[in-house]
């Protein structure tokens, strides 16, 4: 009886000893799924935020380029204008002579 009786506690010690390291390693296990959810979900930010930047550069490309079509058309509608002008004003001295001819 006596082997019996020694060999009781050490069982109870070593089979609480191993309930221990499982429940340990159960929350080493949790944690690391943690980890790789929130590496995942890292992961899926960065992919959008890649994703947001290429887009917001084509767009940038694109304001330059509607940028420059405007001062080429700002360009010709200023080209426009002087050349109106210089057609109204031989217009209207055209007409004046005309109508001073005819007065005297």
Do not use: C
Request: hydrophobic share 40%.
């Amino acid at each position: 009886m006596g082997k019996s009786e020694i060999a009781d506690p050490q069982e109870k010690w070593v089979d609480d000893r191993l309930t221990r390291i499982e429940e340990k390693i159960d929350k080493l296990s949790e944690a690391m799924i943690s980890i790789a959810r929130a590496e995942e979900k890292l992961i899926a930010i960065e992919t959008a935020h890649q994703n947001q930047y290429k887009r917001i550069n084509r767009l940038s490309e694109k304001i330059d380029n509607l940028e420059s079509k405007a001062d080429e058309s700002h360009r010709a509608v200023k080209i426009l204008y002087g050349i109106m002008y210089v057609i109204a004003t031989a217009a209207l001295g055209t007409m004046f002579k005309i109508l001073t001819m005819n007065i005297n």
